[in-house]
């Protein structure tokens, strides 16, 4: 008989990261959540609720394909929003 281990959850504000860096929710039903970039830095933003939290940095490469504009448009949109990590 094969024992399944349990995913283990991680809760931040109202962001849950599931299995890795890029598996992130919303604890509220119906919130998609959006990963950005800015350089290499990686982020998760709920438009909802208006909050976005750090992932990390160069997780993927996804940062390597976009540009400046995006960077500073991404900026911008965080400025607007609460940080809800710690």
Known sequence: MEE???VQHIEVGNFVIGEF???VECKYEGHEV????IGRSHYAVCDK???F???GSNLSSSWR?????TW???TILLGQ????GK
């Not at 929003?81 to 809800?84: N, T």
Request: hydrophobic letters at 30%.
């Open 4 to 6: 399944t281990q349990e």
């Open 21 to 23: 860096w890029g598996d």
């Open 34 to 37: 959006r990963l950005i970039n």
């Open 49 to 51: 609720c208006k909050t």
């Open 53 to 55: 939290i750090w992932l």
């Open 65 to 69: 394909y976009e540009d400046e504009t």
């Open 72 to 74: 500073k448009e991404n």
């Open 81 to 84: 929003y609460e940080f809800a």
